[in-house]
């Protein structure tokens, strides 16, 4: 039996048609802003979401970083949800590296922060302060697509009080897929976005930062400090280019499979009432014990998963789903 983990997203493989899109990619320094495949998928993101400009970096930790960089200076600071990615995935790089003060808020369940809250946190115009600059808002959030709606409210009470958005949008096409909305309207309220292509998208590796063309010179600039200008990388853009036209509309297989794996788990009684799904994730809110115990036994059956958190992506089929339905069953003894 084929190994399936569903451990994230970021576990998916390059398919043969990527490899060849890869290998047949025309090259150039991209240091020198001479790589032509590279060139291409910039600005093919930066149209798609409606940008002018966009910079093409080894990941989406090094995304976020480069614009938390040029959106803040040294003794300022960026509101953020205290699971978000930006604050508690990235090793704190935006304080060790730039100085960057953050303020976490928590999530709602829903995914969002209540905009209530983020205008306390907003510091006045005073000496003792740091200077709030910037909110930074994630999309999906835990699978949870956040709505235009509230893109729409946060971007007037930014500009009410002079504040730049960074979505760190990972999965922004999976929240696009799942509310049927083209990606521009997830994006039209930011000033700057990451878009992932190594999760649902497929590719090896790479992510996407969009903005206005002096944000995006600043971001090059701490692209290049941060170690993060590669040089013939349209090999890696040309996985990029073929996972824009080949993977974004297949995610709603991914979402239609997760639903399917919950609704299963959900039919076992001790997993009932404990089974969320959004989009390509499932969470179970079961007791730590029983989950680790859970993710051994699947273990010893080739399914890899997280603790509590089970991502559903291209490298998982029907048959897979199944399978891991099966075996979940055989370890609760039905
Ligand atoms: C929401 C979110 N943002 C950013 C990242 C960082 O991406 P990378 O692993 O490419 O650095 C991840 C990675 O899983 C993520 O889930």
């Not at 451990?7 to 020198?32: H, N, Q, W």
């Not at 910039?42 to 970083?65: D, H, Y």
């Not at 824009?244 to 509309?249: A, Q, S, T, V």
């Amino acid at each position: 039996m084929q190994k399936t983990d569903l451990r994230s997203d970021t576990v998916t493989l390059p398919s043969a048609g990527m490899l060849e899109a890869m290998v047949s990619a025309e090259l150039g320094d991209d240091v020198y802003g001479e790589d032509p495949t590279v060139i291409a998928l910039e600005q093919r993101i930066a149209g798609l979401l409606g940008f002018a400009a966009a910079l093409f970096v080894p990941s989406g930790t090094q995304s976020n970083l480069c614009a938390l960089l040029s959106h803040c200076h040294r003794g300022e600071e960026y509101i953020a949800g205290s699971t978000a990615h930006t604050y508690l995935y990235e090793a704190g790089g935006a304080a060790v590296l730039g100085g960057i003060q953050p303020q976490a808020l928590p999530f709602q369940s829903n995914g969002t922060l209540d905009l209530d809250l983020v205008e306390a946190a907003i510091k006045p115009d005073d000496v003792h302060f740091a200077i709030t600059r910037l909110l930074c808002l994630e999309n999906t959030k835990d699978g949870i697509p956040i709505h235009p709606d509230y893109l729409s409210s946060a971007r007037i009470l930014c500009d009410k009080h002079q504040l730049q958005i960074h979505l760190d949008g990972a999965r922004l096409f999976n929240a696009a897929v799942a509310l049927g909305i083209e990606p521009v309207e997830l994006t039209k309220y930011c000033n700057t976005v990451s878009v992932c292509l190594s999760k649902g998208l497929g590719t090896p590796a790479g992510s996407v930062l969009c903005g206005d063309t002096k944000r995006i010179g600043s971001a090059r600039r701490w692209r290049k400090m941060l170690g993060g200008g590669m040089r013939q990388s349209g090999i890696l853009a040309a996985a990029g280019l073929y996972a824009l036209d080949n993977n974004i509309h297949r995610l709603k297989e991914d979402h239609q499979r997760a639903s399917i794996l919950a609704k299963e788990l959900a039919q076992i009684p001790q997993l009932g009432g404990c089974v969320r799904c959004q989009t390509n994730m499932i969470f179970l809110d079961v007791e730590p014990e029983v989950l680790k115990n859970l993710q051994q036994h699947l273990s010893n059956n080739n399914i890899n998963v997280g603790i509590n958190r089970w991502v559903v992506h291209l490298g998982v089929d029907d048959a897979a789903v199944e399978n891991v339905v099966q075996k979940t069953r055989a370890f609760f003894g039905r």
